[in-house]
């Protein structure tokens, strides 16, 4: 029986993305800048592109997290109903939630009903304090509100020592939970809900709208940006395939451009997550231990992905630790 390599063990508990991360935790460590981004606030909306009547995205930066782009790194967006809008994500920080709020209201009036927290990660939920003066429902898969728990301190700890303190606002947890699936009603408008097994993270939620047909995956679709594995490998591929037979003609990626054919938009995804499988596998077949695997495993799609350096070992490590006991 192999041993696992402990050396990750603390990289895989914190949820960390990628291994520029871990040099980021240290500097949270000891240092906090001593300016706050939040007394520099932009009250601009966002710039959101309709991808079909009456929903609305804005799509985020394909970069790290950093103090120029206030961790506006996710697509994020709303959809407008007849009498109410939901919020399909929140962003990463409260001014990425406070501009993303400020883009509502220059489309519509109408009531800010419900914020949807697609899961855990920080560049889609910290946003969520800049809804808190609407009231709104605040809609999660069941198991978000334990991911939360286990990593705010952590996530707040490292954001607020990039963008400064206070931009990250108070721990909000949703007060819908779905556990298998649901719907929430905007009026003339009915989004379906569906909690999915773990993934992408353990707290994978995504939304449909039968009127367009639009599929809002949020982080089980990657598109040009290379995924982040934080849940399992062999759940995602398997919750890829249910996603597939959605009846959708477009997908909303948690990364990437704002929508994409569907099913068609997800074959890249699919062979990323399949030659990881794959070649993991065949490296534990093989006797290699984690640091050989991580110089080796998905080197074939190097090209094919932006950042691709600062996660793809993140990846391996996942799905080594995963199949490793297989």
């Given at each position: 029986?192999?041993?696992?390599?402990?050396?990750?063990?603390?990289?895989?508990?914190?949820?960390?993305?990628?291994?520029?991360?871990?040099?980021?935790?240290?500097?949270?460590?000891?240092?906090?800048?001593?300016?706050?981004?939040?007394?520099?606030?932009?009250?601009?909306?966002?710039?959101?592109?309709?991808?079909?009547?009456?929903?609305?995205?804005?799509?985020?930066?394909?970069?790290?997290?950093?103090?120029?782009?206030?961790?506006?790194?996710?697509?994020?967006?709303?959809?407008?109903?007849?009498?109410?809008?939901?919020?399909?994500?929140?962003?990463?920080?409260?001014?990425?939630?406070?501009?993303?709020?400020?883009?509502?209201?220059?489309?519509?009036?109408?009531?800010?009903?419900?914020?949807?927290m697609s899961h855990v990660?920080?560049?889609?939920?910290?946003?969520?304090?800049?809804?808190?003066?609407?009231?709104?429902?605040?809609?999660?898969?069941?198991?978000?509100?334990?991911?939360?728990a286990l990593r705010w301190?952590?996530?707040?700890?490292?954001?607020?020592?990039?963008?400064?303190?206070?931009?990250?606002?108070?721990?909000?947890?949703?007060?819908?939970?779905?556990?298998?699936?649901?719907?929430?009603?905007?009026?003339?408008?009915?989004?379906?809900?569906?909690?999915?097994?773990?993934?992408?993270?353990?707290?994978?939620?995504?939304?449909?709208?039968?009127?367009?047909?639009?599929?809002?995956?949020?982080?089980?679709?990657?598109?040009?940006?290379?995924?982040?594995?934080?849940?399992?490998?062999?759940?995602?591929?398997?919750?890829?395939?249910?996603?597939?037979?959605?009846?959708?003609?477009?997908?909303?990626?948690?990364?990437?451009?704002?929508?994409?054919?569907?099913?068609?938009?997800?074959?890249?995804?699919?062979?990323?997550?399949?030659?990881?499988?794959?070649?993991?596998?065949?490296?534990?077949?093989?006797?290699?231990?984690?640091?050989?695997?991580?110089?080796?495993?998905?080197?074939?799609?190097?090209?094919?992905?932006?950042?691709?350096?600062?996660?793809?070992?993140?990846?391996?490590?996942?799905?080594?630790?995963?199949?490793?006991?297989?």
């Amino acid at each position: 029986m192999r041993r696992r390599n402990n050396r990750y063990a603390l990289v895989s508990a914190l949820g960390l993305y990628s291994r520029r991360d871990a040099l980021m935790m240290g500097l949270a460590a000891c240092t906090v800048p001593a300016w706050s981004a939040a007394a520099v606030q932009d009250p601009r909306p966002w710039v959101t592109e309709e991808v079909a009547p009456g929903i609305h995205i804005r799509r985020g930066v394909d970069e790290d997290l950093s103090a120029s782009n206030d961790d506006a790194i996710a697509n994020i967006g709303f959809v407008i109903g007849r009498e109410a809008v939901a919020v399909t994500d929140a962003g990463g920080s409260l001014n990425d939630g406070r501009r993303l709020r400020a883009s509502i209201r220059q489309a519509t009036e109408l009531p800010i009903r419900y914020v949807l927290m697609s899961h855990v990660h920080p560049d889609h939920v910290f946003g969520a304090g800049a809804f808190s003066a609407d009231q709104p429902v605040y809609v999660g898969h069941a198991g978000l509100p334990h991911a939360l728990a286990l990593r705010w301190e952590y996530y707040r700890a490292r954001t607020e020592a990039i963008l400064g303190k206070d931009t990250v606002g108070a721990l909000v947890l949703p007060t819908m939970l779905v556990h298998d699936r649901a719907q929430i009603d905007l009026g003339g408008r009915a989004l379906e809900l569906t909690a999915h097994g773990i993934a992408h993270t353990d707290s994978d939620l995504t939304a449909f709208d039968p009127h367009t047909g639009t599929l809002i995956a949020s982080d089980l679709l990657f598109v040009r940006r290379v995924p982040s594995l934080d849940g399992s490998l062999k759940g995602w591929l398997r919750e890829l395939a249910l996603l597939k037979s959605v009846a959708a003609k477009r997908a909303v990626p948690g990364h990437g451009p704002t929508s994409v054919d569907w099913p068609r938009g997800c074959h890249d995804l699919e062979r990323y997550l399949g030659a990881l499988l794959r070649e993991t596998r065949a490296a534990i077949a093989k006797g290699q231990d984690i640091d050989a695997a991580v110089k080796t495993v998905g080197q074939s799609e190097r090209g094919r992905w932006a950042l691709f350096d600062d996660y793809n070992g993140h990846n391996v490590i996942q799905a080594f630790k995963e199949l490793e006991w297989e």
